[in-house]
């Protein structure tokens, strides 16, 4: 069984950067695809962004393309999520997630990092 932690996250003023890291252990990282979530305090769970095996194929939800890169390491079993000009409005408990297949929905979760950005 697959097991994500979650790093990275603090509390950062508007217009500054995060960058978010999650580390998997168990499984084989480099099958999966990756992505990453995040719910803002009353909100429902949003995607923010996705990652093929490869990482050559990302989607990003419209509200930080150009803002933020998701991005990989096979070998280090590392998933990124590189955040720049954060805004109050990307506050919110950042999870990891993966998916068995290209088409497959996200099944394992790590338990989050809580990004907070003043205004």
């Known amino acids: 069984q697959v097991q994500l932690v979650e790093s990275g996250g603090g509390l950062v003023q508007a217009g500054g950067s995060l960058r978010l890291s999650c580390s998997a252990s168990g499984g084989t990282f480099a099958n999966y695809r990756m992505g990453w979530f995040r719910q803002a305090p009353g909100k429902e769970r949003e995607f923010v962004a996705s990652v093929n095996w490869s990482g050559s194929n990302n989607y990003y939800v419209d509200s930080v393309k150009g803002r933020f890169t998701i991005s990989r390491d096979n070998a280090k079993r590392t998933l990124y999520l590189q955040m720049n000009n954060l805004k109050p409005e990307d506050t919110a408990v950042y999870y990891c997630?993966?998916?068995?297949?290209?088409?497959?929905?996200?099944?394992?979760w790590g338990q989050g990092t809580q990004v907070t950005v003043s205004s």
């Open positions: 997630a993966l998916a068995l297949g290209s088409h497959s929905a996200f099944t394992s």
